[in-house]
C-alpha cells in the first residue's frame, strides 16, 4: 500500500493541472491592446466573455489552463472595431431592398429598379445608393422613365447621402405633393411648373411617412443580416444614429435570446416621442446595448447642396443650403438634453451649421466639461471656429472616407480656398486629444480598414490622389487605430469595459492576416478579417 502512495499522489496531481481556469487562451499574436501606453503582447486569456490576463505566453501557459486555445500564427490582434457614426438598421433594411450604389448613369439605375420590380412583384419600390456625382450627367435626374414603367406602383429611390430622394408620381400622388409645394428645410424641386420627383432633406419625409412599416419579420431580417456583414469587417460594436425609441424593445429582445449579438449604441431621433421616453424612464444600459444619447439634424449634404454655408455655393449662385429646423428648435433641444444630463450628437456639414451649433453647444456646456456631446462629420469648418471643439470639450466625430469620397467634386461646391479648411481631421483631432471614427455606413462602406486607410493615406480605393489628398490634416496609423477602438468606446461612455484588450475588459477582438500598422499604405484596403470574436466566442471566421 505504501508504495502506492506516490503513484496516487500523482494522479491527484496531474487531476488539478487539468483543471480549467479559462476559456480561452490566444498565443503566438501580436496583440495591440491600445492601452494607455500602447503595449503590445504575445498572448491573452479569456474567462467568462472577459480579459483574464495579457502578456507573455510562457507566463501565461504555467498559471492558466484554457478549454480553448488559438495559435494566431504570429498574425496581428486588434481590440474589436467599433464604428463611432453608421445607420445599421437602415443598412440591414436596404439589404432588403434594390441595391443602387455604383451605378454609373440614370439608365443604369432604371435598369436595376426594373430588374428587381420582376422578382418583387408587389408593394412600394424602395432602394438607395445612386450618386449623380460619378454619371457623366452630373445633374439631378428625373422621374419620366419611373413614370413611364410604374404608373401604380409607388417608386422610392433616395440619394446615397439620404439627404435626397427621386420619387416617381405614384409616391408623390399618395404623399399628397403638388407642383410649387414648400417646405421648411426641404425642397420640393419644381421645373417650369412640373414635378421633377426630386426631393431634398425634409421634403423625402414627406413621402417616408407614407411607406407601410417593416414587418416584423423584415425588420429581424434587416438586423441580422447587418450583423453578419458587419462581423465580417470586424466590428464589434456599431453607433446607430436616429433610431425611433420603439426599435430599443426590439434589439433588446433579439440580444436577450443571443440572436443579435452585435453590440450597439443607439441614438434616438430628434422627435418629441423619443425625448418623453427616454426622459422618462432613464439611459438603457446592458452588456450588448447603451441607449443615453439623441441625434440631431442641423442640415443636409454637401452632395445635394443641402448643406448649410456661411457663403453661396460655387456651383449654384446665390444658394447657401439651409438649416433643417429654425435655430429656436436646437436651442431648445439643447437646453432639455443638457437639463436631463443626456449626450446630443449632432449632424452639421456645412460650416454655417457647424457655426451654429458650436455657439448653441457651447451656451449649455459652458466651457470644460466631461458630457461628451458631439458634431457628427464637422465636414467644413470655419478655421475661427474650430477652437470651440476644445474650449467646450466637444467631441468632433468624424468619417475619413467622406473625403476621399468627396474630394473629387467637393471642390465645385467650395472652391479651392474654402476646400482647404474641409475634412480638417488632424486639426480637429488636436483639439480634444482623441477623436472618435466612423464610417456612416451604408452612405459609405461598411469596412473599417477603409476608414484606416482614408484617415492615414487619405486616397480612395483607387490610390487617388497619388500623394494624397491634403495630406496635413491626414492622422497617423496609431491615431486612427485609437479612433476605430478606444477613442471610439470613449465617445460613448464606455471605455472602461471595450475598446482595449486589457483586464476586466470584454474579449472583443479581431484577427486579420496582415498588420496594418506595419505594413505598406497601398496594402491597407486588401487587409482580410480572419476571424471576430465577441466576450471570446467566435462570431466570424472567413472561409
Not at 4 to 13: G, N, Y
Not at 286 to 307: C, I
Amino acid at each position: 500500500m505504501k508504495k502506492l502512495w506516490p503513484v496516487l499522489l500523482l494522479l491527484v496531481a496531474a487531476c488539478k493541472q487539468k483543471e480549467y481556469n479559462a476559456d480561452l487562451l490566444v498565443k503566438n499574436a501580436l496583440v495591440y491592446t491600445v492601452d494607455s501606453t500602447f503595449t503590445t503582447a504575445n498572448a491573452f486569456v479569456v474567462y467568462s466573455g472577459k480579459i483574464l490576463a495579457v502578456g507573455d505566453i510562457d507566463t501565461l501557459e504555467k498559471k492558466y489552463f484554457a478549454r480553448e486555445v488559438i495559435d494566431a500564427g504570429g498574425k496581428a490582434v486588434y481590440p474589436g472595431f467599433i464604428d463611432a457614426h453608421a445607420h445599421f438598421y437602415e443598412y440591414g433594411l436596404g439589404l432588403q431592398d434594390v441595391k443602387l450604389v455604383g451605378t454609373k448613369s440614370w439608365d443604369a439605375v432604371v435598369d436595376s429598379v426594373s430588374n428587381y420590380a420582376r422578382h418583387r412583384t408587389n408593394g412600394w419600390i424602395i432602394g438607395g445608393g445612386w450618386d449623380q456625382n460619378i454619371w457623366n450627367n452630373k445633374t439631378f435626374p428625373n422621374k419620366a422613365k419611373l413614370d413611364s414603367l410604374f404608373p401604380v406602383r409607388p417608386v422610392l429611390l433616395s440619394r446615397i447621402d439620404g439627404h435626397a430622394a427621386i420619387a416617381n408620381q405614384a409616391a408623390l400622388n399618395i404623399a399628397g405633393i403638388k407642383p410649387g409645394q414648400t417646405i421648411t428645410g426641404g425642397k420640393i424641386e419644381t421645373i417650369n411648373g412640373k414635378l421633377t420627383g426630386i426631393l431634398v432633406d425634409n421634403a423625402v419625409g414627406i413621402v417616408t411617412r407614407k411607406i407601410p412599416p417593416p414587418t416584423e419579420q423584415v425588420t429581424q431580417a434587416a438586423l441580422l443580416d447587418a450583423q453578419q456583414n458587419c462581423f465580417a469587417v470586424g466590428l464589434t460594436t456599431v453607433d446607430d444614429c436616429g433610431l425611433p425609441y420603439t426599435m430599443v424593445s426590439t434589439i433588446a429582445a433579439l440580444q436577450h435570446k443571443g440572436a443579435l449579438k452585435m453590440r450597439l449604441y443607439v441614438m434616438l431621433a430628434d422627435q418629441p416621442e423619443n425625448y418623453e421616453y427616454l426622459f422618462k424612464r432613464g439611459a438603457y444600459k446592458t452588456p450588448g446595448l447603451n441607449v443615453r444619447a439623441f441625434k440631431v439634424y442641423a442640415d443636409g449634404a454637401l452632395g445635394s447642396r443641402g448643406a448649410c454655408l456661411l457663403h453661396p455655393y460655387t456651383d449654384q449662385k446665390n444658394w447657401n443650403g439651409f438649416l433643417l429646423s429654425p435655430k429656436a428648435h436646437f436651442e431648445e433641444v439643447a437646453k432639455k438634453i443638457a437639463a436631463h444630463g443626456f449626450q446630443m450628437a449632432t449632424h452639421a456639414i456645412g460650416d454655417s451649421a457647424n457655426r451654429v451649433m458650436l455657439k448653441i453647444y457651447a451656451e449649455n456646456l459652458k466651457g470644460k466639461n466631461d458630457k461628451r456631446w458631439r458634431i457628427e462629420h464637422a465636414q467644413i469648418v470655419a478655421p475661427e471656429d474650430v477652437k470651440l471643439f476644445g474650449d467646450n470639450n466637444i467631441i468632433p466625430s468624424v468619417q475619413p472616407t467622406h473625403a476621399t469620397s468627396d474630394m473629387v467634386w467637393a471642390v465645385k461646391r467650395l472652391g479651392a480656398e474654402r476646400l482647404k479648411t474641409g475634412y480638417a481631421y488632424k486639426a480637429l483631432l488636436k483639439q480634444n486629444g482623441w477623436m472618435p471614427l466612423g464610417t456612416d455606413f451604408p452612405v459609405e462602406n461598411i469596412n473599417p480598414l477603409y476608414t484606416f486607410y482614408a484617415a492615414t493615406e487619405r486616397k480612395d480605393l483607387k490610390g487617388f490622389p497619388e500623394d494624397g489628398f491634403q495630406m496635413d490634416n491626414a492622422i497617423d496609423r496609431k491615431e486612427a487605430l485609437k479612433g476605430m477602438t478606444i477613442w471610439a468606446a470613449k465617445a460613448n461612455f464606455e471605455e472602461h469595459e471595450k475598446g482595449s484588450i486589457e483586464v476586466g475588459k470584454y474579449a472583443d477582438f479581431v484577427i486579420l492576416d496582415q498588420d496594418i500598422m506595419k505594413i505598406k499604405g497601398s496594402a491597407l484596403p486588401k487587409v482580410k478579417v480572419l476571424k471576430t470574436y465577441i466576450n471570446g466566442v467566435k462570431v466570424y471566421e472567413k472561409k
